[in-house]
């Protein structure tokens, strides 16, 4: 399947090959853990499943093909991903990354890669000079999520990845909140790309699992060392679940972002709501920005209402086909409060300050029928005090 396919052909057949015995369709699910060999060492490109599995192959084929890159790499979960992404790094190391970034990824930096004598700068990256200025000698990797969480700013790829190129810097791209569908940064000069497929990718809210793509052999390589030398491997159940979602991530990330343009004007005119977050909206400040770097401004909504911690999660908690949980990029429509659920750990004069607040509200918007979940967001505003 060639990278220039069009990208449901590529979503479909990318990595796909009919099995070789009994010609089915579909990868079938190898659960096993080793391999016969004929003679010692003597194997057929299998020999132990933490280093390789024939399902996972499948699925590594698919994803790389999602992203238009030459090899992608699955993994147990986005944060084994990421792991494995930062296990380059060596002590006395710096990175530089989003200040608003998923909140398990900033607790990897500080609690262990921080103890290991690697430093970080938590920036607001929309400010190219302020990450000119933080660049330092020892500075090795840039990491970037756009759309962010849950403020959704956007960032310019684009313009990170040529500051990266100047300065020698690995440049990484956490690309879950837009999915392949809707934004590539290795084309946009990026030369690592990372997923939580438990989101979007898997999308069905039924398997946790990560991924990698890249186009260069030489940091392939590296990385599959490090996987198989630190053992964030997925089962051969999970790479199956996860491909079975990635058949359909163009379908329903069009209906996503349609669903999402839907809900952020009903709540951009309601008169209880103070703020809608969306890139899609002129009134979201990096919306030229989101046009140009986005194929649809994906299915992710914040807005926020004048409202107590309580209140906001009262209303989090009356929404009735918007269902109360952590997570995104299932099939079904979640709501979240991020003070109080995702962004907990974040300290109050923090968050306000970069610029979340009390009464924000994070929607995952679904793929349920529009006006049902119209009405939904209608009836939680109106009972809201
Ligand atoms: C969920 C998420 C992760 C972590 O992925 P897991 O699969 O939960 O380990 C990393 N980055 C982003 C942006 C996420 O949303």
Redesign the pocket.
């Known amino acids: 399947m060639s990278n220039h396919s069009g990208f449901g052909t590529r979503a479909i057949h990318a990595g796909q090959h009919p099995d070789e015995t009994t010609g089915a369709i579909m990868t079938p699910i190898y659960q096993t853990s080793t391999y016969v060999q004929a003679a010692p060492g003597e194997i057929k490109g299998y020999d132990y499943s933490r280093t390789c599995n024939p399902t996972r192959t499948a699925l590594d084929g698919n994803i790389a093909g999602l992203e238009g890159g030459k090899y992608g790499l699955s993994?147990?979960?986005?944060?084994?991903?990421?792991n494995t992404i930062l296990n380059l790094l060596q002590s006395g190391d710096h990175v530089i990354a989003t200040n608003d970034?998923?909140g398990?990824?900033y607790r990897l930096c500080t609690t262990l890669y921080q103890k290991f004598g690697v430093s970080f700068s938590f920036l607001d990256l929309t400010d190219l000079d302020a990450v000119r200025a933080a660049i330092r000698p020892e500075t090795k990797i840039m990491f970037v999520?756009t759309p962010s969480?849950p403020l959704l700013r956007i960032y310019d790829l684009t313009a990170l990845a040529e500051i990266c190129r100047e300065k020698d810097i690995l440049s990484v791209c956490?690309n879950?909140?837009a999915t392949p569908f809707n934004q590539n940064p290795l084309a946009l000069g990026f030369e690592v790309v990372?997923?939580?497929?438990?989101?979007y990718l898997g999308g069905h809210s039924d398997v946790?699992?990560?991924a990698i793509v890249v186009d260069r052999e030489d940091l392939r390589d590296r990385l599959h060392h490090f996987q198989n030398t630190v053992g964030g491997t997925p089962g051969p159940m999970d790479c199956f679940l996860v491909l079975r979602g990635t058949k359909t991530l163009h379908v329903r990330m069009q209906r996503h972002a349609e669903n999402a343009a839907v809900i952020a004007a009903d709540l951009e005119a309601h008169p209880k709501v103070t703020k809608v977050i969306y890139p899609g909206l002129e009134s979201h400040p990096q919306h030229a920005l989101a046009m140009r770097q986005m194929r649809t401004p994906g299915g992710m909504v914040s807005f926020e209402v004048d409202a107590s911690v309580e209140d906001a999660m009262r209303l989090a908690a009356s929404f009735e086909v918007f269902a109360l949980a952590e997570?995104?990029?299932g099939v079904e429509s979640l709501v979240d409060h991020p003070v109080s659920m995702t962004h907990g750990a974040i300290p109050r004069e923090e968050r306000i300050k970069s610029g979340f607040q009390d009464g924000l509200i994070r929607l995952s918007v679904g793929l349920e029928d529009i006006d049902d979940l119209r009405a939904d967001v209608a009836q939680a505003l109106e009972r809201l005090g």
Do not use: Q, R
Request: aromatic content about 10%; proline content about 0%.
């Open positions: 993994f147990s979960s986005g944060m084994s991903a990421i970034m998923y398990g990824t999520e969480n956490d879950t909140f990372t997923h939580s497929t438990t989101k946790v699992g990560g997570s995104l990029g």
